[in-house]
């Protein structure tokens, strides 16, 4: 007799650090998005992440810590300009790229000589990682190139029917993934994925400007030309395809001053915090009306918007 089994919702901390111990996997809250998190230090639970999000082996993994003081333990040295960046922005939503200790396994670098820490912020997050002692790899809950998961019932339907601890901390208030800058011996400081804090933030701790994209072939989490994507076919647009407003099986995303339509729509509004917040849920939540199309209205072209267009252009195609 096969007996179902689904995730599990707890606010138990202990609970899911009994399970980390134990080597099985944990759903996490973060203030950006739902992490599933297993001990950084145990290869058989970090391959178990691996093997449930669908992820290839190439794709480095985040370790998430409980405080800056841990980085020496999987770091060769901390740079200055890193110092800076941890007494800035951790904990919060910035993930550090540097240069790897010799310990640190290459399964969760991806054969890489860096590492990507990072110290959240979310209470109960950071409550779970004091109480564990160690570092946690914690990609986004949810299946490979899939909508990132805001909240304990969007991880739920990701991984349904399977046996799966979630720490429900409710809805991320940052709800796009985390900010990544490189900072490696001999290059530049580098802008790795886009993220809530603004560049201009991050420039004015380093004293110095950033250079955008990845050197030498270094990869990162989520640079997949196709990421957060929902199963709907989703299309960009900047003026609305008239016909399609008529379309009842069309499902339509606003970003301010939505247009009456025959389908499903959702208006975001114009705030780009309050848009990122959102963004994810009400993808989770047209993508559930299995429309015939998604049409998404492109944000205004800005700096603050630089994060949500990053996501959207990997989630959609143009029209």
Known sequence: MIVAVNPTLTTDIDQACARLRSGLLVAIPTETVYGLAADACNLDAVQKVFKLKRRPASNPLIVHLADAAQSDNWVKSVPVAAERLMKTFWPGPLTLVLPAADHVSRVITAGQGSVALRVPSHPQARELLRRFGGGLV??????????????????????????????????????????????????????????????????????????????????????????????????????????????????????????????????????????????????????????????????????????????????????
């Open 138 to 319: 914690a990609p986004s809950a949810n299946r490979y190139m899939s909508i990132s998961p805001t909240s304990a019932e969007h991880v739920a339907r990701q991984f349904a029917g399977e046996d799966l601890l979630i720490l429900d901390g409710g809805v991320c208030k940052v709800g796009l993934e985390s900010t990544i800058v490189g900072l490696l011996p001999g290059e530049p400081p580098r802008l790795l994925r886009h993220g809530m804090i603004a560049v201009t933030e991050l420039e004015a701790v380093l004293g110095s400007k950033l250079v955008v994209g990845a050197h030498g072939g270094l990869r990162v989490p989520g640079q997949h030309h196709r990421h957060y994507a929902p199963h709907t076919p989703a299309w960009r647009f900047d003026t609305p395809p008239h016909d399609a407003l008529a379309d009842a099986a069309t499902a339509w995303l606003w970003c301010g001053g939505a247009i009456p339509s025959a389908g499903p729509a959702l208006d975001l509004g114009a705030d780009p915090k309050a848009y990122a917040r959102a963004l994810y849920d009400a993808l989770y939540q047209l993508d559930h009306l299995a429309a015939a199309r998604l049409m998404i209205q492109t944000p205004p072209d800005s700096p603050a918007w630089a994060a949500v267009h990053d996501r959207l252009n990997r989630a959609s195609q143009p029209l």
